[in-house]
């Protein structure tokens, strides 16, 4: 029987905030590198990583476990 794994996290946090940033910088180099839509670079890149990171961890009370199929 496959159990699921328990996640405490979806990526260490230095990793996933290097994710966010980088996403973050190709959103700023895509619009132009105009400034003044930081933040909105930000929130859009830290939603687009934690959406492709969903399809594959569900929600467990207070962690995250891995889906196997």
Same mark, same amino acid.
């Given at each position: ?5 328990? #996640? =405490?996290?979806? @990526?260490? *946090?230095?990793?996933? *905030?290097?994710?966010?940033? @980088?996403?973050?910088?190709? @959103? +700023? #180099? &895509?619009?132009?590198? &105009? ?11 830290? =939603?687009?990583? #934690?959406? *492709? ?5 569900? &929600?467990?009370? +207070?962690? +995250? &476990?891995e889906i196997r199929s």
């Open positions: 029987m496959n159990s699921p794994i328990i #996640v =405490h996290d979806w @990526l260490p *946090e230095p990793m996933l *905030e290097h994710e966010i940033r @980088l996403r973050a910088y190709y @959103l +700023f #180099v &895509r619009r132009g590198k &105009r400034d003044g839509h930081a933040l909105d670079d930000w929130l859009k890149a830290e =939603h687009e990583i #934690v959406r *492709e990171m969903q399809p594959y961890r569900i &929600r467990d009370g +207070f962690s +995250f &476990r």
